[in-house]
């Protein structure tokens, strides 16, 4: 059985341990596809973009607004995947979008 792509709310692999999301992180905003329509990106977003929202401060733009896909609220932070710092995340994430490709 291949690798199942991981929810985004779901990244949680066997590890009941959460985190804070990272402060200047946004990593889950540029390394995942997003099929969703994003305002602005109607396809969603390739792997390994950035997505329009994201700000200067790694945040997102849109957090408050109906607009945001649901796919986006729903993911959690998680050390298994969050990593150590905002380039193992990267890394992690990529990992995971060519293996469930
Ligand atoms: S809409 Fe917001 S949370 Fe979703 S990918 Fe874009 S910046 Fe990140």
């Known amino acids: ?5 991981p929810g985004r709310n779901q990244i949680h692999g066997d590890s009941n ?3 804070q999301c990272r402060e200047g992180c946004g990593a889950c905003c540029v390394a995942p596809s997003i099929t969703s329509p994003i305002p602005g990106m109607p396809q969603g977003k390739p792997a390994g973009v950035a997505c329009i929202h994201l700000t200067a401060e790694r945040r997102c733009g849109i957090f408050h607004s ?3 896909p649901r796919v986006c609220a729903d993911f959690m932070a998680d050390g298994q995947v969050c990593g ?3 380039e193992e995340a990267l890394q992690i994430l ?3 979008e060519q293996a469930t490709a």
């Open 1 to 5: 059985m291949g690798a199942r792509k």
């Open 17 to 19: 341990f959460h985190m």
């Open 66 to 68: 109906p607009m945001r």
């Open 84 to 86: 150590n710092d905002a």
């Open 94 to 96: 990529a990992w995971w």
